[in-house]
């Protein structure tokens, strides 16, 4: 990349970090006179120009880009996100669609999808496309940002219930199931991408955390199960003894 564009993404992006979007898009505006076919550069400018609510303008300048570019993930993204908080839900489907039919390994754009799909009451095709996305790209890590995002979501409206202790047997075992999934994904993401500590700090933390936290949910869940007599199916049960066991010892060594 120049790096006369390198340094003016940069810019721009801090500038709207910094929520100073009049000024990135001054600067984008005129880095794009300097080079005005870099696709970058004006994908940055409609994503600003969304930031200012400037939501027909922003629509123009990506679908400018996708035209000369068609495969632009993040032009294609930034277009979906705009459509799908326009609710143009079906527009936006379509357009991560078009882009995962050609790029199937945009793991951004079917972590978005994915989003969508589940935002639209489909939980249940959110998963099979985001478990199947995960089985197909297995030493990727950001080819599971949709499926974790998705058993989280599915598990935080299977425990409303859960504090005032009106959750019922069959709400239980379900929320075993999804938890026991969630630290399946944790323990194939290390053993495909690799160990936690060889990742970069941040992304480690978060998964040494999440690795946690389920931990911790299955042993809540394995005593609420017992102190109820619940019978759990045979099989759910010694995975959950299994998985509390592994995940307690594993606990006192990090």
Not at 25 to 37: D, V
Not at 58 to 73: D, F, G, K, S, Y
Not at 111 to 129: H, N, Q, T
Not at 164 to 191: A, G
């Amino acid at each position: 990349m120049n790096l006369g564009v390198e340094k003016a993404l940069n810019r721009a992006s801090a500038l709207c970090d910094e929520e100073c979007d009049g000024d990135a898009e001054r600067l984008l505006l005129e880095a794009i006179g300097k080079h005005p076919k870099n696709l970058d550069l004006r994908t940055m400018l409609g994503k600003v120009q969304s930031r200012l609510h400037r939501e027909e303008e922003a629509e123009i300048t990506l679908r400018r880009v996708l035209e000369e570019n068609p495969l632009h993930e993040d032009a294609s993204c930034a277009l979906g996100r705009l459509l799908d908080q326009s609710l143009r839900s079906d527009e936006a489907e379509q357009v991560y669609r078009e882009l995962l039919k050609e790029s199937p390994g945009s793991h951004c754009a079917m972590d978005d999808f994915c989003r969508l799909v589940l935002a639209e009451g489909r939980s249940l095709e959110a998963l099979d496309i985001a478990r199947r996305h995960a089985d197909r790209f297995p030493n990727h890590i950001e080819a599971y940002d949709g499926l974790r995002y998705i058993l989280v979501v599915i598990e935080d409206e299977l425990s409303e219930g859960y504090i005032s202790d009106s959750i019922s047997d069959e709400t239980l075992e379900r929320l075993v199931v999804n938890l026991l999934e969630q630290y399946e994904v944790i323990l194939k993401m290390e053993n495909n991408v690799g160990s936690f500590s060889a990742l970069p700090e941040t992304i480690s933390c978060d998964l040494e955390s999440e690795y946690l936290r389920i931990v911790g949910e299955l042993e809540h869940l394995s005593e609420i199960i017992s102190n109820r007599g619940v019978n759990l199916p045979s099989l759910l049960a010694n995975q959950l003894s299994a998985s509390v066991k592994e995940g307690s010892s594993r606990r006192e060594r990090i």
